[in-house]
């Protein structure tokens, strides 16, 4: 905070908050705890150190170029820092995500490996919290350790200012209508016949040219998993809330920005009224935006939005060289029963590779042919669950694939114990060639990397060298989803409508606030998205 002050990015009587809750200080942790901890922040300090080499090659080529000085650069971060490596971070999340332990013996026997291509590394929380300094709470909550962000922008061409701070309060909503204005371009009402949706920032060009420029007039909301926040004219109120408890439990807390930037003076009892009337704008904001109704659950959220959507789908057909697939209309193996099965030609000689391969040597599986075996790896956080065929692969055209069966318990599991088990028995040409029984499975798979067919393209699923690309013949892979999470395509279509309309008692009452409490807006928000 003294190098901030100094260098005038924070107010010179910034004061620094207490810990966040459940960090404790440094030296209440153990010298194994430390060490993983100094060497999860040393891998974060390199990828930062990485980004900015590799930043400065671009600027360079542009100067090359002769394009440097009317190109408009943009470095900016989309939260605070992350809260999701909670007290003793990970060395690969992906694993404790699935319910596979970290415990910190591994942390340290997997030190090496931090950084790494077979790592998914999150720092502590309490690295995050001094990553987020002078600022309270993390990424995903409305405090400022959650919303605050650098920002640079650098355009020789049409920005004189250089090296040059700026305190206006910016959205990164504003950033549309403000490069809009820059380059003299109005926000068209409709594309290829499609009315556009309102741009909701405002620009903030003026305070580029002029430091003494006023801020935004318009107020800002935010919300984020049910912690809300609202800002206006240099006052702030945040309510935190804990996922799972009635809206209206939630406290709300009053700040003066201009006097108070890591909001430590918390003024809601002195000024009842200016917090109540910031309220009312939290709610009037959050109808016009479609913040509305409230839904605070994030497991359930996380999993509609990465892959669920296309749930109705049962049948997948890939065929050779497609690669790369986004997760995100990949087919959704997480907690469910499929069946995987290759068409290929083998000749005499035999033939190895991958045939089918989903995520990255941090998490994901892999279906290939290695040493004339069927091979299937379950990787889950660098976890390595194999098996191999009791048989070698005949020659000629074949079916090879695996059939995964997740059995669910029937009697209550032991307390912390997975409630079910899955079965994956490798197929060749319909019949079992090999089985393995886990309790190991996908509850979250997260891959940037996405699908491949015919070889597996990016960081190794398993154990073999990228891209380990089939040799054989690859006709086609077929992957079946089975009936146990079948998904109601009609309720889903209904429950995401119901989402997206606000009840009209809800309307009535906005329009009149007297009309009804906080209590009432979230009753009225929660039978909407029952």
């Avoid at 931090?114 to 309490?126: L, Y």
């Avoid at 209508?177 to 903030?204: C, D, R, Y």
């Avoid at 009224?273 to 935006?289: P, Q």
Wanted: aromatic content about 8%.
């Amino acid at each position: 905070m003294a190098r901030q002050k100094a260098m005038g990015i924070v107010p010179p009587d910034t004061r620094m908050p207490p810990r966040n809750d459940g960090v404790k200080a440094w030296d209440e942790h153990s010298a194994d705890e430390r060490h993983v901890f100094t060497r999860l922040q040393a891998a974060f300090a390199g990828m930062l150190d990485h980004a900015d080499r590799h930043l400065a090659r671009l600027v360079a080529f542009l100067e090359a170029a002769g394009i440097r000085d009317n190109t408009l650069i943009l470095v900016l971060s989309d939260n605070g820092a992350s809260q999701e490596g909670g007290p003793l971070g990970f060395v690969n999340a992906m694993g404790s995500y699935n319910f596979r332990p970290e415990p910190m013996a591994e942390k340290l026997r997997r030190i090496d490996d931090i950084g790494g291509p077979d790592s998914h590394t999150n720092f502590p929380h309490g690295w995050a919290m001094a990553s987020n300094t002078p600022l309270r709470r993390y990424k995903q909550n409305t405090h400022g350790g959650g919303i605050r962000d650098p920002f640079v922008m650098s355009w020789p061409k049409r920005i004189a200012a250089k090296g040059e701070l700026r305190h206006q309060f910016v959205h990164a909503s504003d950033l549309a209508p403000t490069l809009l204005e820059l380059v003299g371009v109005g926000a068209p009402g409709e594309i290829a016949g499609v009315a556009q949706m309102p741009i909701e920032g405002e620009s903030f060009a003026r305070s580029i040219a002029d430091p003494a420029a006023p801020s935004k007039s318009s107020p800002q909301y935010f919300e984020m998993f049910g912690h809300r926040g609202i800002w206006r004219n240099g006052w702030k109120a945040v309510a935190f809330h804990p996922s799972g408890t009635p809206f209206e439990n939630d406290k709300w807390e009053l700040f003066h920005l201009d006097k108070d930037f890591s909001e430590i003076d918390d003024l809601a009892e002195k000024e009842p009224e200016r917090l109540a009337e910031m309220i009312r704008l939290w709610w009037s904001e959050a109808e016009k935006h479609q913040v509305l109704p409230l839904d605070d659950r994030f497991g359930p959220r996380f999993a509609e939005n990465a892959t669920r959507f296309h749930g109705a789908r049962n049948k997948f057909t890939f065929h050779a060289g497609m690669g790369h697939v986004p997760t995100d209309v990949a087919p959704d193996v997480r907690s469910r029963s499929y069946t995987i099965e290759a068409h290929v030609e083998i000749g005499e000689g035999g033939a190895e590779g991958v045939l089918i391969a989903h995520g990255d040597a941090t998490s994901g599986y892999s279906l290939y042919v290695k040493d004339g075996m069927l091979v299937h790896d379950l990787n889950i956080g660098g976890g390595h669950e194999i098996v191999t065929s009791n048989r070698r692969i005949p020659a000629g055209a074949r079916r090879l694939g695996v059939h995964v069966e997740r059995v669910v318990r029937k009697e209550p599991p032991a307390k912390g114990a997975r409630t079910g088990i899955s079965e994956y028995t490798l197929l060749i040409d319909g019949e079992p060639a090999g089985a393995l029984q886990t309790q190991l499975g996908f509850h979250t798979l997260i891959s940037w990397s996405g699908l491949d067919i015919g070889r597996d393209r990016s960081s190794p699923v398993s154990h073999y060298e990228a891209p380990f690309e089939f040799t054989g013949r690859l006709l086609r892979v077929t992957v079946d989803m089975h009936e146990d999470q079948k998904l109601d395509g009609e309720a889903v279509g209904k429950t995401q409508m119901a989402r997206q309309r606000l009840p009209s008692s809800l309307r009535a009452k906005r329009s009149n606030p007297s009309r009804g409490t906080e209590k009432e807006w979230i009753a009225s928000s929660l039978r909407s998205s029952q």
